[in-house]
């Protein structure tokens, strides 16, 4: 049974909305809102929903209401980054932020990948994003993400915010604070999030809110952007703590917004479940006063590949290859422009491209789900075969020999070493359907 609604809560709420309280209240009965994004990064899997079944999200291009219950996630084009789920109200913050192709955008708090893998379908491949989280767990499934989405110009990276600060001040044309709050939002999608809250959870994450923003605050140039984000509705983390920012950073101001669908606003704006279809949200986007180009330290921190593995990439590609590094044992290619990665820990750097085992290269998971994947060959698979392929079952195929590239619907889905007839499958273990 689901947890009643707090009544500290509820006592709030009244007050912060009046006469609109049992409209509030109303939208408790109804239905959550369930959103997917359409990777912006790959060919559209659009064609495999029925009609109807995809309502546009007004704010966000790349964004559909899913008017039915549906498996999404455990589809075979999910697995291969068709599309990513995600609940609608959610979306407006990269909306507010607005990254462009070629700027460098920081996720400062970014697992489990929502928010980054929005940003990055709006660079599309163009400029350097870098995706924080400080939590090892939650870091790894944001890395996952960033994977599964094929995107290539990102760093995804694992360190406290005030590290970052310290290693890249004033790196960003934007960045974006996500930060962990009291969740009262989510009351209605999330109802077992009740129970956890407390009349004094708000000021304790306003405490821990504020010293993500002062780390953020070092990271922004002069001329850039910051938009701050809650799924809280809460007064105290939300338009309290936009005050004190502006008023303990001068050189920072609200910066006017609209969003479509949503309005405009003066700099911030609270997203209610009964006003719009989606889940409490708080909003604000920040410029900092001033203009000066991104102070970026001279890239270190990873080996440069030796000519032996670069040779190997390239004989694998089929053409040369630029910025080649080690993370670890595996080359990966860097996206332009990388900061310095000295004292970061880095999960994923740009595209993952391989492994060099003696003389023979076995190329990454990562770079067949790349937005630009080798030119090699593919072979195209049904839907039932590439539903076994997932969960790890050898196929067999007519054409084709060595590394190739198993498809399904115009999407790469992973590795296949074809011979004589038969594909062995290189789906990675850790993912297979059948170990899930």
């Keep these: 049974m689901s947890e009643a609604l707090p009544q500290a809560f509820l006592e709030r709420m009244a007050a912060q909305l009046g006469e609109e309280l049992l409209a509030f209240l109303h939208s408790y009965t109804e239905p959550y809102c369930r959103g997917i994004r359409l990777n912006p990064l790959k060919p559209t899997a659009k064609e495999f929903w029925p009609e109807g079944v995809l309502e546009p999200v007004p704010w966000e291009p790349s964004a559909h209401y899913l008017t039915v219950e549906s498996d999404a996630g455990a589809d075979v084009l999910h697995e291969a980054g068709g ?21 460098r955008v920081l996720d400062l708090c970014a697992a489990p990948g929502g928010k ?14 870098i995706s924080n989280e400080p939590v090892p767990k939650r870091a790894a499934i944001l890395a996952r993400n960033m994977e599964r989405m094929g995107v290539m110009n990102a760093l995804t990276v694992s360190a406290l915010p005030d590290v970052l600060a310290a290693r890249w001040p004033e790196a ?52 850039g952007r910051l938009t701050y984000a809650t799924c809280t509705l809460n007064p105290t983390e939300n338009e ?11 050189d920072f101001e609200l910066s006017p917004f609209a969003l479509p669908g949503l309005g405009s606003c003066e700099g911030a704006m609270t997203l209610y479940p009964h006003r719009i279809r989606g889940e409490g949200h708080f909003v604000a986007l920040l410029r900092r006063k001033g203009e000066a ?31 080649l590094y080690l993370l670890g044992d595996t080359m990966v290619q860097l996206p332009e422009g990388c900061p310095s990665v000295q004292g970061v820990r880095v999960l994923r750097a ?62 790469t889905l992973g590795w296949g070493k074809v011979s004589g007839g038969r594909m062995k499958n290189h789906y990675p273990k850790g993912l297979r359907r059948n170990n899930r």
């Design 293 to 323: 180009e991104c102070t970026v330290a001279p890239f270190s921190g990873l080996k440069e590949a030796d000519k032996t593995a670069a040779k190997a990439v390239e004989a694998f590609a089929g053409k040369a290859m630029a910025r």
């Design 240 to 250: 309290e703590n936009m005050a004190w920012f502006v008023e303990t950073h001068p």
């Design 83 to 103: 599309w990513y789920l995600q609940e609608p109200s959610a979306m407006a913050a990269v909306a507010a932020l607005n990254p462009q192709p070629g700027e």
């Design 172 to 223: 960003f044309d934007a960045v974006l604070v996500d930060a962990p709050c009291s969740g009262e939002g989510m009351f209605r999608r999330h109802p077992e999030t009740r129970a956890e809250w407390t009349a004094d959870s708000p000021a304790g994450c306003a405490k821990r809110q504020r010293e993500i923003l002062e780390s953020a605050a070092k990271l922004v140039r002069p001329g």
């Design 350 to 411: 740009g595209l993952h491209m391989g492994q060099l085992r003696g003389k023979l290269f076995f190329p990454d998971h990562a770079w067949a789900l790349a937005a630009q994947p080798p030119d090699v060959s593919c072979v195209e698979l049904s839907r039932e075969e590439a539903t076994k392929y997932q969960a790890g079952e050898e196929l067999a195929v007519e054409n084709g020999a060595g590394f190739v590239l198993a498809c399904y619907g115009g999407l």
């Design 116 to 129: 980054s893998t929005q940003i990055a379908g709006r660079m599309r491949g163009q400029g350097l994003l």
